[in-house]
């Protein structure tokens, strides 16, 4: 097993002994290292996912593919449900049935322009974020699978509070997990507005 400790930012998603037994680069011993593992993965799955507006991603394949190409380098389980309950997210059984119906929800949202596209993103967004499919990286997937959303309907990218949301001190991750809890509470507008900041 390796060496490697992690620390969790806030809102981060601690992961269990066994979940961090599926590292793949055994050399990386520090944060800083996974950190930079990870940020190059995900600049790769980025390219691809937002490379093409002919995505069909509004369903269960792509979004665990996405993940899969988001992790595959630095971890055995990226693209697969998480086997044990987090801090955060529904039960690990209810997952596959709670992410069918946010896909569904998310194409009637677009199809009939039930909200404009800012709030449709940002409601899907925070569904995804609260079904916490994965073991770790739900935050930064749901980002990612939103922007995909964003790009294959023509619509503009979302800033994100314009910062890096991994860092734990930056007052762009504090806003965003604060609009996160506003949502969870049914007020989306913290992060209508968080998102084109």
């Known amino acids: 097993m390796s060496k490697l400790e992690i620390q969790y930012p806030p809102g981060g998603t601690p992961l269990d002994p066994n979940e961090l037994g599926g590292l793949i680069p055994k050399y990386i011993t520090t944060q800083g290292e996974l950190n930079r593992h990870e940020r190059e993965n995900?600049?790769?799955?980025?390219?691809?996912?937002?490379?093409?507006?002919s995505h069909?991603?509004?369903?269960?394949?792509?979004?665990?593919?996405?993940?899969?190409?988001?992790?595959a380098k630095v971890w055995k389980w990226a693209g697969q449900v998480r086997l044990s309950d987090k801090n955060i997210g529904v039960p690990k059984e209810q997952i596959i049935m709670k992410l069918k119906p946010l896909f569904d929800d998310t194409a009637y949202w677009i199809e009939n322009e039930t909200y404009n596209f800012d709030e449709i993103g940002a409601r899907f967004h925070h569904r995804l974020v609260s079904i916490h499919a994965f073991p770790n990286g739900n935050g930064?997937?749901?980002r990612l699978m939103t922007e995909v959303i964003q790009t294959v309907n023509g619509e503009r990218p979302f800033t994100w509070g314009s910062s890096d949301l991994y860092d734990s001190e930056s007052e762009a991750r504090k806003d965003y997990l604060a609009a996160l809890r506003q949502a969870d509470q049914g007020n989306y507008q913290a992060l209508i507005e968080f998102v084109r900041s």
Request: proline fraction near 0%; glycine fraction near 4%.
């Open 42 to 53: 995900i600049v790769e799955a980025a390219d691809w996912a937002l490379g093409s507006t």
């Open 56 to 71: 069909d991603c509004l369903n269960i394949t792509f979004c665990f593919d996405l993940h899969k190409r988001m992790f």
């Open 140 to 142: 930064r997937h749901a």
